[in-house]
């Protein structure tokens, strides 16, 4: 399964290190990290690292975090320019809760000029079909109170809120599940 997953607007490409310069970029913005973790921006080691995790996750489970790039030519919106075809806009996947599970987790990080144009629900969208292609039956999502956008997309794409826990990550986060597709 390290085909691209292919969507109207985007093409969610299996983890490799060709994208360590875009994904550093990206991840070095603090407005990207403010719900990650402790909120502080990655390293370029840190992804590093964490793309080498991606792709055993794909060996391992048949999903991964995927880089998710622009397909086709996105339009310049009221509060972000256009994006090129072939643009990095960020990454989607499924992975084991913190890299250790058992739980899987979807998760959704963009570039900012990529939030409000509808991508993260389309990437999660397509990273859940995929999950569903391998047999993965029960994922949950977290999202920090404060980030309402991640929540809203977690409904949209069929996860049911379960309350608040701090069972993940040692912080409170909303818990959301999707079970039995």
């Not at 109207?8 to 875009?22: E, G, K, Q, V």
């Not at 397509?126 to 391998?134: H, K, P």
């Amino acid at each position: 399964m390290n085909d691209p997953i292919i969507t109207n607007r985007l093409r969610l490409d299996p983890p490799s290190s060709a994208d360590l310069d875009a994904l550093a970029d990206i991840f070095a913005m603090p407005e990207v990290c403010t719900y990650l973790g402790d909120g502080s921006p990655r390293s370029r080691a840190q992804v590093e690292e964490s793309l080498a995790k991606r792709i055993e996750c794909l060996a391992s489970h048949g999903v991964t975090i995927w880089t998710v790039r622009a397909r086709v030519d996105l339009p310049a919106t009221d509060t972000a320019p256009a994006i090129a075809a072939g643009t990095v806009v960020g990454d989607c996947g499924v992975i084991p809760v913190a890299w250790q599970g058992p739980e899987l987790e979807l998760l959704y990080r963009l570039h900012p000029h990529a939030w409000g144009r509808g991508v993260a629900t389309e990437a999660a969208t397509a990273a859940l079909e995929r999950a569903d292609r391998v047999g993965i039956d029960r994922l949950i999502g977290l999202a920090y109170d404060a980030n309402t956008a991640s929540r809203r997309v977690l409904a949209r794409v069929g996860f049911t809120p379960r309350g608040e826990t701090d069972r993940w990550y040692g912080v409170r986060l909303h818990w959301h599940e999707r079970e039995g597709h």
